[in-house]
């Protein structure tokens, strides 16, 4: 089943979903998938290979076993997603509920699918207002990823948004976030470069409020003078939105870049300890032939993959579809 921005957004009863929200998806997301199962093609091919001497042909023993963990694993799987849906895998080759190459094929790729869906996939914008806050690495795409998710929320979804610029870290981080707030058609609150950017947050959200917004959208910093600074910072941010709005921020999004392997995921464990994460946007997957890293990052932290940027215009910005990812990796026998 694909999976469209309908699927991404919980909106309530009612709510104006555009005529282009809904036929937009079929092409852009063939030419889009088309494009990942391209960059896939040698890792899916070499994965084809290892399935087709352990899944088809060999006896099932202990090796096959451990031939497809390793085959996963070079896939990019990630260690412990590979480990869980291995054990899964042979329990049921074992009891006899899965039989034969295909089906075990087919089963491996729901697998696959299954624990690169951990939790609610999907945000929530029935609060009134929704606030979103985005936190990641600094070069990450947090301030592009909300640049496209207003513009989004704006056109398709007939949302107003209020962008709040808490990055006052660097100098210019706020002139990037105003750029965006002008392209996607929205309302920016700024402070001073260098002011506190909690005060600036809890602005966004006051004056979101006021002008009746439907999602504000806060900016965060991704480098300050310490690591530690950073996290305390984040932590900050969030309790002085929640100040200002009990219950808020309602959805925090990491950004994760795609590129950097598990590396990025090591980052992203770093700040979903110290700030709830409820969602991440794995950014960059049009550069990356690994897509296998977006199994990877979902499975690894529990935490769902909910949008996913393939590009650096306004339009580039998708629901995350796990089964998509799966299929583009196991290639399918029907
Ligand atoms: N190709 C590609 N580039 C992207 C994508 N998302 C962001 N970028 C680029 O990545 C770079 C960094 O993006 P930003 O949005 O500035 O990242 P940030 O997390 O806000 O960075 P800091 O504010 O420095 O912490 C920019 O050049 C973006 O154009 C994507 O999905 N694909
Ligand atoms: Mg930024």
Redesign the pocket.
């Known amino acids: 089943m694909p999976r469209d921005w309908t699927d991404v957004f919980i909106t309530g009863d009612g709510a104006p979903v555009s005529v282009a929200a809904r036929v937009e998806p079929e092409q852009q997301r063939g030419g889009f998938f088309r494009r990942l199962r391209d960059n896939m093609a040698r890792t899916r091919q070499a994965l084809g290979a290892e399935l087709q001497a352990t899944l088809f042909e060999g006896t099932l023993d202990e090796q096959t076993w451990e031939r497809l963990e390793e085959a996963l694993i070079m896939a990019d799987v990630g260690a412990r997603t590979t480990a869980q849906v291995v054990a899964k895998l042979e329990m049921e080759a074992e009891s006899g509920a899965v039989e034969g190459g295909e089906a075990l094929t087919r089963r491996l790729r729901e697998l696959l699918a299954e624990l690169a869906r951990p939790g609610e996939g999907r945000i929530d914008l029935t609060h009134d207002p929704t606030v979103i806050m985005v936190a990641?690495?600094?070069?990450?795409?947090?301030?592009?990823?909300?640049?496209k998710l207003a513009w989004h929320l704006q056109r398709e979804l007939g949302r107003t948004v209020v962008l709040g610029a808490a990055?006052t870290f660097?100098a210019a981080?706020v002139e990037?976030l105003a750029g965006w707030a002008k392209r996607a058609g929205c309302e920016i609150v700024t402070g001073p470069e260098g002011s506190d950017p909690g005060s600036v947050a809890f602005e966004a959200v006051r004056q979101g409020r006021e002008r009746g917004a439907d999602v504000i959208i806060v900016?965060t910093?991704?480098?300050l003078h310490t690591q530690d600074h950073l996290m305390a910072e984040l932590a900050k941010v969030r309790r002085v939105i929640a100040n200002q709005l009990p219950d808020a921020p309602h959805e925090t999004l990491l950004?994760v870049?795609a590129t950097t392997g598990q590396n990025g995921l090591r980052q992203a464990k770093l700040f979903s300890e110290t700030v709830p994460v409820d969602g991440i946007v794995l950014?960059?997957?049009?550069?990356t032939a690994k897509g296998g890293i977006a199994l990877a990052i979902a499975g690894e932290l529990g935490i769902p993959v909910k949008l996913?940027?393939?590009?650096?215009s306004l339009e580039?910005?998708r629901p995350f579809d796990a089964d998509d990812f799966a299929r583009a990796l196991v290639e399918p026998h029907e």
């Open positions: 990641g690495v600094n070069g990450t795409g947090k301030t592009t990823t909300i640049g990055d660097r981080a990037q900016d910093a991704g480098r950004t870049d950014t960059k997957l049009d550069g996913i940027g393939i590009g650096e580039d910005l």
